[in-house]
């Protein structure tokens, strides 16, 4: 058979997988065939949800399952050698594997990523694994001991099919190789969601398996984060594994996990991790290294610095980089960096929709009457008032009652047992929160008083709550109101609104509280969430500092002392429950007197706000907010696809089934049911398309049934023959395209009154005459 002739599948069959076998390729352990690596991006429209495309190779290759060396991509033969390489190129760069290969089936060009060198290399002339692995250690320079380091097992477990997604493989592996190479500092950043702590475990488990290293400390500076570390990802350590708690120290483990509230202290005594020696831990791992180990006079350092002989792993998905607190000035230039908008775009994270309501006191400020004062009889401070003052300095109670009427009016119109997360000034803020949600909500608050809880650092009550909240199968809490607690390290996977109703100037910050929404949870119905904003702090999305590359702005000190925006967490509780200081968290409730100076917030119970606009934004497919209407983001995708109504309908009418262009089209964003809704639900995809890109007036699918039966097209046909395609012409006009273009139809009423579908497809002269009479329904249907 002539190559010319052969499908892309065909070449691959016959002539790349026999050469790459025949070079000594492990097909079950070394050879991945359309390895498909991303989820593909969810792409979210009004209440409905569709996946993208997934990216795939058509082979990876592997030295062991945990050691990728290199994607072949393959075209058939009318492309040349190369034409595949661009794109293999491309994969070879997400997936970080060392060599490229593309192949038409006469031959493969070579590229080799370490030295930038291209050959081309007959079938017979594929290289064998041992090799590329040759080509790759002479590339790195690795020596026969840092490749016993380097080619150990990650952990698999038997029975979970959980094995590293592509990005959590780069990063350990880039990891490893890093302490192969004696590097002593190392920092990780991923974005939340992403699976930092299972990376630290398979980073943690080689370098134990391989006695690289002996004994390890796992850092945090809350317990929820030691705790679900220890249950779920490092589990498997088992009786090697010890937490130090109660100031106790058993030095008989080899994994140690650890609050630095837990070793540190205000007296010298406090300062358990001197009971350990310097050199007593081979490797440190700080988990959500940006919240106070990288500030260099911090007690926290004083950890790290007394194991400066272990090797040092940060983690985290927002490195701090400020004039005085800088994680890459500690740990150095990040070894990788995976981001919330890669994450998307990849379809492990979750997007977003966002909702801004302006209030128009927070727009036009506002100033009392001269002599006015509060509910509670202070004279209130003659000043402009504004967004930064609101429930910070004044309160404005009606502000306060509006902004939880917007929030119910949410949850009514959409889900009201949705998890939700209303971020407050602080804690005063969140306990009127929690009440003005509560008498809104009392016909739900009345079958259970858990529904809305104040989850803060002060409140026993709403902390033994955190478990129920974060559990996905637990019913109650539904929505939490806080100011800091759950702003980070709180794994609330089910999370699907996001309150922004605090001021919020940090972008290390802006990026935690997002990451409460970004998990997706298809088994809860989980695939994107939503923010409502009050206070206009979506703005830092477009700040282009938002999830981009890290970068260090760290400079020397000078004299006085500047004080970062962020928060301050060294001073965090011994027990380490929560992150209070004195901050945010702990300002008085505005009712007491300051001494004989004015109170710190002033209550008005009696000033009218109201909603100026509110407007909805969607994350387009190029990782942008865009504010548009459902035609216009349709019409824009379509034209992307198509640049003529002429280009559309030729594709259209050549297409072997209809519903393959419609699939398409639904994968790059194109929600035909929601344009249906504002269209018309008698219209089908087709004058969907017609209408919305390209202004074509549209026909009902009645009208277009009804104009080929008038035609009678089929006139051939038998007579029980024709009463099937009047049918499944009715059947067209009532439910569209998608039923009536395969045989199962025939499986249905009314046709199995006409006799089985053998019997029907024999009326039309056989399977394959039945096939052409339905590419011909479509085309007349369309004509």
């Known amino acids: 058979m002539n190559k010319k002739n052969m499908t892309e599948a065909d070449i691959r069959t016959k002539y790349i997988t026999p050469a790459i076998e025949s070079a000594g390729w492990d097909k079950m352990t070394q050879l991945r065939e359309e390895y498909t690596f991303t989820a593909g991006r969810i792409i979210v429209r009004g209440k409905l949800m569709a996946r993208g495309k997934k990216k795939r190779v058509d082979y990876l290759l592997l030295l062991k399952p945990n050691i990728p060396l290199a994607i072949i991509e393959a075209k058939d033969n009318h492309h040349s050698v190369g034409d595949g390489m661009q794109q ?112 630290a475990f398979q980073v943690i488990y080689r370098l134990w398996k391989s006695k690289t290293k002996k004994r390890i400390l796992y850092l945090a500076d809350r317990n929820i984060l030691i705790d679900q570390t220890m249950i779920n990802d490092f589990k498997h350590f088992g009786s090697i594994m010890t937490k130090v708690k109660h100031r106790q120290v058993d030095k008989s483990y080899e994994i140690y996990m650890a609050l630095y509230q837990g070793l540190t202290g205000s007296e010298e005594w406090q300062n358990i991790y001197k009971q350990f020696s310097p050199d007593f831990f081979d490797l440190v791992i700080v988990d959500e290294c940006h919240r106070g180990s990288a500030k260099e006079d911090s007690a926290w350092r004083e950890v790290l610095e007394y194991f400066s002989s272990a090797t040092q792993i940060g983690l985290t998905a927002t490195p701090k980089e400020t004039k005085d607190v800088s994680n890459i000035e500690y740990f150095g230039e990040p070894i990788y960096t995976y981001s919330l908008r890669q994450g998307i775009a990849d379809g492990f994270l979750a997007p977003y929709k966002v909702i801004r309501v302006s209030i128009d006191k927070d727009v036009e400020g506002w100033r009392p009457t001269k002599g006015q004062i509060d509910q509670y009889g202070f004279e209130i401070e003659d000043k402009e008032y504004n967004l930064s003052d609101f429930d910070r300095n004044l309160v404005l109670q009606k502000r306060t009652q509006l902004v939880a009427e917007k929030v119910t009016e949410y949850l009514q119109k959409t889900n009201r047992f949705q998890k939700a997360i209303v971020f407050c000034i602080d804690i005063e803020h969140a306990e009127r929160m929690r009440q003005a949600l509560n008498n809104l909500n009392a016909d739900l608050v009345k079958e259970n008083h858990k529904y809305i809880m104040r989850i803060t650092g002060d409140n026993e009550e709403g902390k033994a709550e955190l478990d129920n909240f974060i559990d996905p199968y637990s019913k109650y809490p539904v929505i939490a109101t806080t100011s800091k607690l759950l702003t980070t390290g709180v794994d609330a996977q089910t999370t699907k609104l996001i309150v922004l109703d605090t001021v919020i100037n940090s972008m290390t910050e802006f990026k935690q509280i997002i990451g409460r929404g970004t998990r997706i949870r298809e088994d809860c119905d989980k695939f994107y969430f939503t923010i409502i904003d009050f206070r206009n702090a979506t703005r830092l999305f477009a700040d282009p500092s938002f999830d981009g590359e890290p970068v260090q702005v760290y400079e020397p000190k000078e004299d006085e002392d500047i004080v970062p925006p962020e928060i301050d967490y060294t001073d965090i509780d011994d027990h380490g429950d929560y992150e209070t200081s004195s901050t945010d968290e702990d300002l008085p409730v505005g009712r007491e007197k300051l001494g004989d100076q004015k109170p710190a917030k002033y209550y008005v119970n009696n000033v009218e706000v109201k909603v100026l606009n509110q407007r909805v934004q969607y994350l387009d497919r190029d990782g942008k907010l865009i504010t548009e209407s459902l035609k216009d983001y349709t019409r824009k995708n379509i034209k992307e696809e198509f640049a003529s109504i002429d280009d559309f309908i030729k594709k259209w009418n050549s297409a072997e089934k209809k519903q393959v262009i419609i699939d398409e089209l639904r994968e790059n964003g194109v929600f035909f049911e929601e344009l249906q809704e504002e269209v018309g639900k008698d219209f089908d995809a087709f004058d969907l398309i017609c209408h919305v ?91």
């Open 693 to 783: 890109a390209f202004d074509m007036p549209p026909l009902t699918r009645r009208d277009r049934a009804n104009n080929v039966k008038k035609k009678n097209y089929f006139g051939q046909y038998s007579e029980t023959a024709r009463k099937v395609i009047d049918a499944l012409l009715d059947k067209y006009a009532d439910e569209g395209l998608e039923d009536i273009e395969t045989a199962s139809v025939l499986t249905l009423e009314p046709f199995i009154k006409y006799g089985s579908p053998a019997k029907i497809i024999k009326e039309f002269g056989g399977k394959k005459k039945f096939n052409k009479f339905i590419k011909e329904l479509g085309y007349r249907l369309y004509a």
């Open 88 to 199: 293999a190129l491309a994969y070879a760069d997400s997936l970080d594997v060392p060599f490229a290969f593309s192949s038409n089936g006469d031959a493969f060009l070579f590229h080799n990523r370490i030295t930038g060198i291209e050959t081309e290399l007959s079938l017979n002339k594929f290289p064998s694994p041992v090799k590329l692995w040759d080509y790759y250690k002479q590339g790195k320079d690795i020596s026969d001991q840092e490749e016993n380091i380097i080619i150990e097992d990650y952990f698999f477990d038997p029975n979970s099919p959980k094995t590293p997604r592509y990005y959590q493989m780069v990063a350990i592996n880039r990891i490893i190789e890093a302490i192969a190479k004696g590097q002593d500092k190392i920092l990780c950043v991923c974005a939340t969601g992403t699976g930092k702590t299972y990376i």
